[in-house]
């Protein structure tokens, strides 16, 4: 939890005389905490609701030992499940848009030219 600036925490849970065959994550790294946003438990209800059945949803994923081994035993949580910020749209798109929101302007600085224009 924690991506950037800030305090980063994560939480281990081991089962006592089991070996760990998968580890489950749980990413709350896009909450803002601060003096004025505290960490409240109401942000982990989603947490608590998934933890008895270890349950895949869009904060949490599970990984398996083997994968676990091939990276090294690198534990680094990567949300594969994370919704992607990434602009798909295409040049050409973009530039229809920028284009529209020019024609807009334009319109908007006429008409408020046509309103500034007083007779003297």
């Known amino acids: 939890?924690?991506?950037g600036v800030g305090v980063k925490t994560n939480l281990l849970f081991f089962t006592k005389s089991k070996p760990t065959e998968k580890i489950w994550y749980y990413d709350l790294s896009d909450?803002?905490?601060g003096k004025k946003k505290p960490f409240t438990l109401e942000k982990f209800e989603d947490f608590f609701h998934?933890?008895?059945e270890r349950g895949d949803s869009e904060r949490s994923w599970?990984?398996?030992?083997?994968?676990?081994?091939?990276?090294?035993?690198?534990l680094k949580a990567v949300n594969p499940n994370a919704k992607s910020n990434e602009?798909?749209?295409?040049?050409e798109e973009?530039?229809?848009?920028i284009e529209a929101?020019?024609?807009?302007?334009?319109?908007?600085?006429s008409a408020l030219r046509a309103k500034n224009t007083l007779p003297q």
């Open 62 to 74: 599970t990984v398996n030992r083997a994968e676990i081994e091939a990276k090294n035993y690198d």
């Open 94 to 97: 973009l530039l229809d848009l």
């Open 87 to 91: 602009d798909t749209r295409t040049p």
């Open 31 to 33: 909450i803002k905490v």
């Open 101 to 109: 929101k020019g024609r807009e302007v334009a319109d908007a600085l």
């Open 50 to 52: 998934l933890l008895p």
């Open 1 to 3: 939890m924690g991506q």
